[in-house]
């Protein structure tokens, strides 16, 4: 027994000696780490050499999701999802400026996605890049259509000889479960206030109706002129020789013998054709070697913005400024994270905004297609309150600002949109599905007693009685009348005047500004002077993003993930063989259906079930 208890206590010891050791590498790795975050937060900037941008996933007003889990994904080497808008525009006006930077490389490869006023906004920044006197050139291996527009902003296109260029236009298609939902004895009530308000659409029918047919053509023919325009312009093309390209397309494929990168240079959509080394070593000829790293002389995007920021902590005034608030995503109840607009969680930027001093007005920037009603009235009371408060408010209506995006726009002094958002659809739905037909052919039944005529008479798993169901309908009714009421207060009309263009109606920028439901066309920089002027301030204004602070713990990982990510990477643990499939042909065309589950997961969670949201994603 004491040699058993010995033996024991021996053991004990020597894994609490292992303890205390495994305690101090995790120390000293937290330490190296933090010494790491530090060290590299201010790189070091060639003297002359290139601004490259990589833009990684879809290209977004706000990143969707807590900064933290963001920068520890990022940390452990997977290529981000999103690539944030106004990190590209803030780098690329930086570095017009900056005698460091004397190019820009745009790299595409990567770049999912991006709306048409998200693609102006950077056309935007590289113009005052270029006539800074100063040289682009964009690459690709190839270039989808987001990806050619911010390309054809170059000075100079290069595509891989064994690249495409490839431009389908603009299209709207949506999966319709009528006759699923009838083979799975799924009853779906759906109530709503527009004729145009299509969102019932898919589980009611087997295809587009004729109203949302007329309105999508309008809308996507509008888009596309935006684009043969814009691109047009860049490359000093004819907007019909886009739309020769496009149509063509087969023809001149057949034509060259199936030589794809050969038909886009002889369409005079790029300059020429390069490899990756070829392209490399025209870098080293613009900007010069890079001898330590066997490349030409470079900053990242990443190491870029960590060099503005420093400078810009150093310089940063007091003093009155125009207010930024974001609301980005979909307008949900309560407080919700970064990428959506939450109830609470707007309101309180909104009132901070309300609240300092040194904010004499408001730009608030919109890139959402609705959700909540209650969210949305809770948004717009609080913008009545920041008027009522003496600061300007000017709305700035990014890709989309439709629906609740419209609702939380329409009390400001001035909306300023893109020709190509996507706007309008000022109606309301509410939905509730019943399972009770699918259960009993799986021979489950329900049944009980109530206390009221109302006891169990909005459960899933019972029919949803007629009743009920005109409650839904007076409420949808009752919530697009004070839809209607507050649009036509913010843009001093008549309620009559605002339901004939409104009933669920899309519309975009161009033909809203026609109708009235915009004052101007122009920019998130537009809608900043314009709210300046509004308060009267004085040149040199500073303009201050209001957005929750980040925690100590939460900056520190996003200035130490750029080294982590690099150890890891040097020891072999990048992209996850999931990882690297998600990024397979295959992902892109499973993308509507997520998209659309995810949707519906969301709205779900809105206990109103009354939703001003505008179901007109454009691919």
């Keep these: 027994m004491r040699y058993l208890l010995g033996f024991f206590r021996n053991l004990w010891r020597g894994l609490d000696v292992v303890r205390r050791v495994l305690h101090l590498l995790l120390l000293l790795g937290l330490l190296a780490l933090l010494v790491a975050a530090l060290r590299g937060s201010i790189p070091r900037l060639p003297e002359r050499g290139a601004l490259v941008v990589h833009p990684s996933g879809d290209i977004v007003e706000q990143l969707a999701g807590a900064p933290f889990e963001r920068a520890l994904s990022e940390a452990q080497g997977e290529r981000a999802p999103q690539t944030l808008l106004w990190d590209l525009t803030r780098a690329i006006r930086g570095a017009a400026g900056d005698a460091r930077i004397q190019a820009l490389l745009i790299e595409t490869d990567d770049l999912s996605g991006a709306g048409l006023p998200a693609l102006e906004e950077l056309a935007r920044a590289i113009g005052e890049f270029r006539a800074a006197g100063k040289k682009v050139v964009a690459h690709g291996s190839y270039f989808l259509q987001s990806q050619y527009y911010l390309a054809a902003q170059a000075d100079e296109i290069y595509l891989d000889p064994f690249g495409f260029v490839l431009l389908p236009g603009f299209d709207r298609y949506r999966m319709y479960f009528k006759d699923a939902i009838a083979r799975l004895s799924v009853d779906v009530h759906l109530v709503r206030a527009g004729k145009f308000k299509s969102a019932n659409e898919p589980f009611v029918r087997n295809d587009m109706s004729a109203e949302e047919r007329q309105e999508s053509?309008?809308?996507?023919?509008?888009?596309?002129?935006?684009?043969?325009?814009?691109?047009?312009?860049?490359?000093?093309?004819?907007?019909?020789?886009?739309?020769?390209?496009?149509?063509?397309?087969?023809?001149?494929?057949?034509?060259?013998?199936?030589?794809?990168?050969?038909?886009?240079?002889?369409?005079?959509?790029?300059?020429?054709?390069?490899?990756?080394?070829?392209?490399?070593?025209?870098?080293?000829?613009?900007?010069?070697?890079?001898?330590?790293?066997?490349?030409?002389?470079?900053?990242?995007?990443?190491?870029?913005?960590?060099?503005?920021?420093?400078?810009?902590?150093?310089?940063?005034?007091?003093?009155?400024?125009?207010?930024?608030?974001?609301?980005?995503?979909e307008i949900l109840d309560g407080e919700q994270p970064s990428g959506t607009v939450g109830g609470d969680s707007t309101t309180a930027l909104l009132r901070q905004a309300r609240e300092d001093a040194d904010i004499k007005a408001v730009v608030l920037r919109i890139d959402s297609p609705g959700g909540s009603v209650f969210a949305s009235e809770q948004i717009y009371r609080e913008v009545q309150l920041l008027r009522a408060a003496g600061k300007p408010v000017v709305a700035s209506m990014g890709d989309l600002a439709a629906s609740g995006g419209y609702y939380i726009a329409a009390p400001a002094d001035e909306i300023v949109a893109s020709a190509n958002t996507i706007t309008g659809s000022i109606g309301v739905f509410a939905t509730i599905p019943t399972f009770d037909r699918a259960l009993a052919k799986l021979g489950v039944q329900v049944d009980g007693v109530g206390t009221t005529a109302l006891s169990g008479t909005l459960r899933l798993d019972r029919p949803l009685k007629p009743e009920i169901e005109a409650i839904l309908q007076a409420s949808v009714d009752h919530s697009y009348s004070e839809f209607l009421q507050r649009v036509a207060s913010g843009r001093r009309k008549t309620p009559a005047a605002i339901d004939a263009i409104a009933q669920g109606r899309v519309w975009a920028g161009r033909d809203a500004l026609r109708l009235g439901l915009v004052d101007r066309l122009g920019g998130y920089d537009d809608a900043v002077h314009a709210a300046a002027k509004r308060a009267r301030l004085a040149a040199g204004y500073d303009v201050r993003i209001i957005e929750p602070q980040l925690s100590f713990s939460e900056q520190l990982l996003l200035n130490a993930r750029s080294a982590y990510s690099m150890v890891l990477h040097a020891a072999g643990l990048g992209e996850s063989p999931l990882e690297a499939g998600l990024r397979s042909p295959l992902a892109p065309q499973l993308r509507p259906l997520q998209r659309e589950v995810l949707r519906w997961q969301r709205l779900a969670a809105v206990p109103q079930h009354a939703l001003a949201y505008c179901f007109c994603t454009v691919d």
């Design 217 to 329: 053509a309008a809308y996507l023919q509008s888009l596309w002129l935006g684009y043969r325009t814009g691109v047009g312009a860049a490359r000093h093309l004819d907007p019909g020789a886009i739309d020769a390209y496009a149509n063509g397309y087969p023809a001149a494929v057949r034509q060259a013998g199936g030589d794809l990168a050969g038909v886009a240079k002889s369409a005079g959509l790029v300059t020429a054709l390069l490899t990756g080394a070829q392209l490399e070593q025209h870098m080293v000829e613009l900007v010069g070697a890079d001898t330590d790293r066997h490349g030409f002389q470079s900053v990242a995007l990443e190491d870029y913005l960590r060099v503005l920021r420093t400078e810009e902590r150093l310089h940063r005034g007091h003093g009155s400024a125009v207010g930024v608030i974001m609301a980005s995503g």
